[in-house]
């Protein structure tokens, strides 16, 4: 990255005071490690105070450990903050992507992201969206290189936890922008800290959900589909797809559960690609999906429609998509 393209992000809030910083609504890992990492970009370099601010929920007990052990420098968003923010920075998501709370009428000032690439992008002043990346925890360590700031060991274990979950350890969706970061942060982080993140206690709903997304499971050849029903945070479907790609003989994984009244749906596949295209054809016009090669989600909003006839759709629209008999039978896990 040049210097020139570090200036043309300070530009972007030049003579400001105050940012208002959303990731998107269910912050992950990643999302958190990215907002805090700008915040201090931006406070080191330009002394502007930075608000970070999400509308959705913190669910994983290890997401919960990590806000914990960075003091807690996110809060749940409030209307105000929206009217009263004259500039606003997106992280790990971008407008009109449909998991952030930017109006659809304001533009962003700051975005910077990994996900695949959104028109509406291009009415930010400042914009770097690099699909390529692994994890926008990468994007904002290289900022922070740039800059000549060396992250202290809270900051350092955070953006090494958010590229470490985004990419399974540098095992999927890898550049090497992803391996320069995860190698140079690797000497920086609070090693005792990380260890208590990762093995954070769960509640005993946890265990409630893991049996009934092992009860539902169904295995049609190398797709492995699990209706979870309701869950107790949206992120619990992308957490148990990442454990039932484990499965032997698994290429493809996709997860659904409710939340809030939504469908949320998570995509994962292995040694193929093409999870982002996946849940595009599986979603269609019900509601807003995407992502990468290997992992991607969808979120559809229920409006009085049924969550298991919809899954059953989708379901469908899967085997489809894979070219997998629309009259197989469903062989259970359990």
Not at 21 to 50: R, Y
Not at 156 to 176: E, W
Request: charged share 20%; aromatic share 6%.
């Amino acid at each position: 990255m040049s210097p020139e393209k570090l200036e043309r992000l300070f530009e972007a809030v030049r003579g400001v005071d105050n940012v208002l910083i959303l990731p998107h609504n269910d912050p992950d890992p990643d999302a958190i490690a990215s907002a805090v990492g700008l915040a201090f970009l931006l406070a080191e370099k330009h002394k502007i105070m930075a608000q970070i601010v999400y509308e959705g929920i913190i669910g994983r007990a290890e997401n919960k450990a990590m806000v914990r052990y960075l003091g807690r420098p996110l809060r749940r968003l409030e209307k105000s903050d929206l009217d009263e923010a004259t500039h606003i920075a997106l992280v790990d998501t971008q407008p009109g992507a449909g998991n952030n709370a930017l109006p659809a009428t304001a533009a962003a000032s700051i975005v910077i992201d990994h996900h695949p690439y959104q028109a509406r992008s291009d009415s930010a002043a400042y914009a770097d969206i690099r699909p390529d990346a692994g994890a926008s925890a990468s994007i904002v360590t290289e900022y922070l290189q740039m800059a000549a700031l060396d992250p202290r060991p809270k900051l350092a274990t955070a953006l090494f936890y958010g590229i470490k979950t985004d990419t399974m350890g540098l095992g999927r969706n890898i550049s090497p922008l992803d391996v320069s970061a995860y190698f140079y942060l690797q000497t920086r982080i609070d090693i005792e800290a990380l260890v208590q993140i990762e093995r954070a206690q769960v509640p005993a709903d946890y265990f409630k959900n893991f049996d009934a997304t092992l009860r539902a499971v169904r295995v049609y050849e190398h797709l492995v589909v699990s209706y979870i029903g309701p869950m107790v945070y949206p992120d619990l479907a992308a957490e148990m797809a990442d454990v039932l790609l484990r499965l032997k003989g698994a290429e493809w994984v996709i997860c659904m559960g409710t939340h809030d009244d939504a469908l949320i749906l998570a995509v994962r596949t292995g040694r193929r690609r093409g999870a982002g295209q996946l849940v595009q054809g599986i979603v269609g016009d019900y509601g807003s999906a995407g992502g990468h090669s290997h992992m991607a989600g969808g979120f559809v909003p229920l409006d009085g429609q049924d969550p298991e006839q919809l899954s059953l759709l989708f379901r469908q629209r899967a085997l489809t998509h894979l070219g997998i008999p629309l009259d197989a039978v469903g062989k259970p896990l359990i």
